[in-house]
């Protein structure tokens, strides 16, 4: 696995914010409300193993959307997101599969 540097928690934060302008207004409302209460959910955490795996899950989806923000195609709708792999999805704890079942029901 390729070490990657991780951009410092605020800087990310910003930044993820940023690329958010350039989604349409409906993902973008709920993509910073989720950023938002996600960073403010983690802010106290001390556990330097879930620091590092926050960090780099928000910069992995920073990428991921500054990806799919780049892409103009005049004759097609773009589509945003990626599939949750199978095995990230059975790691998930019942908490984490409630949230992504509410973010699934905000999203349709």
Known sequence: MAHKNLLPPLT?????LRVH???PPSLRLLGDDY????FKRHKDITNPIHIV??????????EEIKKQTSILVSSEEIKF?????L???????????????ELRN???
Do not use: A
Request: net charge positive; charged share 35%.
């Open 87 to 101: 095995e990230n999805l059975e790691k998930f704890s019942d908490q984490q599969l409630g949230q992504l079942y």
């Open 21 to 23: 302008r350039k989604l």
């Open 35 to 38: 950023v938002k209460s996600e």
């Open 81 to 85: 997101g990626k599939k949750i792999e």
């Open 12 to 16: 990310l934060y910003r930044q993820l």
């Open 53 to 62: 795996g926050f960090l780099n899950e928000w910069q992995s989806y920073l």
């Open 106 to 108: 905000e999203t349709k």
